[in-house]
C-alpha cells in the first residue's frame, strides 16, 4: 500500500505539510506544537483578527507564548490564513474548532459541517484528516467519512486515512500540556489508526492508540462525564451539608485523608469551561436518539446547573440574617472566570449568578484582574470590571467570591469587606469571620 508508506515516510521525516483549522484554545497551541516538533505548519481560521496577530508574531491564548509564535513565524514553520485553498497542498489536515451546545439542548455541529465543507473541497489522495473537536460517538465515521473520502471517489484506509483525537486542553494549566498530555487515537480504520499515530506521535510525547473512532470519542466523554457527575454528587453533598448544619468543607478535607478510594472534588457556583457542561449532554443527546435515557448525567446536569439559583438564595438568607435584602444592595462578584488563574468566561456561572442578583434588584458590579469586559448573551448585557477593586469591596454591602484568582488577598478583602459570601472557601484558611459565609 505505496500511499499509506509513503505518507507515514513523510510524517515521520517532517516533510509533511499539516495544516490546523481553528486556531483557538486548542488550535493554535497544536499548530505550536507541530511547529516546534520540525513540521511546516499552516493555521486557518476565518476570523482575520487572529491572522493579524499570528502574522505579527503575537499570541492571543494565554496558554502559547508570543515568543514561541514569533519564532515559528520567523522560521518560517507558522503561517496563518482565512483562505482554505492552502488546503490543496498539505498532507495532514487536524480540525480543532468548536462544538457548542444548542439551547435545546442538542449537538452544535455547524462549525465541524462548515470546516468538513472548506475541506472536502481540496481532498485529495495522501491525506490524513483527525478530528480533536469533542463531539458525540460516531460523529467522524458518520459525518466525515461519507463527505470527505465518498464524494471524491476516494477509499478511506487506502487513499486516505481518518481519525478521531480529543483534545485535552486545560486552560491555565502548567504541569500537562498539549506536548505532554497522553492522546487518545483512534482511526476508521487499522491502518488510519497507524498513519495518524506516526503523525501525533512526531510531536506529542505519549499516544495512546484505540481501536476505533468511537472509542476514542466515547473515551473523552467519558472523562468529563466522570468530572461533570462526581462535581455533581459534591455539589449536592454541599446542599445536604448546609441543611445538617456541618461544614462541608471539613468533611472534604477529612474525607480525601484517606490514601486510597477517595478522589478529592470540591463544590462551587455552577460549572464553566467549554468541556464539563458540554460534553456529557452530547453523550445523552445520542442516548436518546437510540431510547436510553443517561439519568447520571440528566442528574449531575440538573444539580450543577441549578448551583447559580442555590447561591442567589443562600445570599438572600445570609443578608436577611444580618437586616439586608438583595433588593436595592450593592452586590459585588469577585472573579468571573470559569476557573482560577485563566482570562476564560465560557460557560461561567458567575454570568448567571450576576444576572440572577440583578432579576432580584440589587446593583451589580464584578472585579476580574485577568478580564476587562464580559457579555451576557442571552440577557444581552455588557458589563465591565471595576478598575479600583478595594474601594468596590468597601462600598459593596456584599462582597460574592465566585472564582478565586491567585491575585486576590483574600485576608485583605475580608477585612475590608461589610459581608463575604465565599462560594471556593477561598477564605477557609483564615478562620471563621461574624460576616463571612461559605458555601
Known sequence: MATKTDLIKKLRDKTAKVAVLGLGYVGLPLAVVFGEAGFNVIGVDPDKRKIDALGKGESYIPDVQSEAVAKLVRDGRLTATTDFSVLRDVDAVSICVPTPLRQT??????????????????????????????????????????????????????????????????PGREDFTTINTPKVMGGITEACGEVATAWYEGAIKTIHKVSTAEAAEMAKL????????????????????????????????????????????????GLGGHCIPIDPLYLSW??????????????????????????????MEAMNEIGKTIKGS???????????????????????VIALLQKKGADVKFHDPRIARIHHEGEGWYMDSVTDMLKAVKEADA????????????????GAAKFVFDTRNATGKLGKFAHVERL
Open 399 to 414: 462582597v460574592v467570591i465566585v472564582t478565586n484568582h491567585r491575585e486576590y488577598d483574600f485576608r485583605e478583602i475580608v
Open 222 to 269: 467519558l472523562e468529563n462525564t466522570f468530572r461533570m457527575i462526581n462535581i455533581g454528587m459534591v455539589n449536592e453533598l454541599a446542599i445536604m451539608c448546609e441543611r445538617l448544619g456541618v461544614d462541608v468543607w471539613e468533611v472534604i478535607d477529612a474525607a480525601a485523608t484517606k490514601p486510597f478510594g477517595f478522589m478529592k472534588f470540591t463544590p462551587g457556583p
Open 330 to 352: 450593592n452586590i459585588l462578584v469577585l472573579g468571573v472566570a470559569y476557573k482560577p488563574d485563566i482570562d476564560d468566561v465560557r460557560e461561567s456561572p458567575a454570568l448567571d
Open 286 to 315: 445520542k442516548m436518546k436518539a437510540l431510547n436510553y435515557n443517561a439519568r447520571f448525567i440528566e442528574l449531575a446536569s440538573e444539580i450543577n446547573t441549578n448551583m447559580p439559583r442555590y447561591v442567589v438564595g443562600r445570599l
Open 105 to 170: 439542548g442538542d449537538p452544535d455541529m455547524s462549525f465541524i459541517i462548515s470546516a468538513v465543507e472548506e475541506l472536502s473541497r481540496y481532498m485529495h489522495k495522501g491525506m490524513v484528516v483527525a478530528l480533536e473537536s469533542t463531539t458525540y460517538p460516531g460523529t467522524t465515521r458518520e459525518l466525515l467519512l461519507p463527505k470527505l473520502g465518498a464524494e471524491h471517489g476516494l477509499t478511506v484506509g487506502e487513499d486516505w486515512f481518518l481519525a478521531f483525537s480529543p483534545e485535552r486542553v486545560d
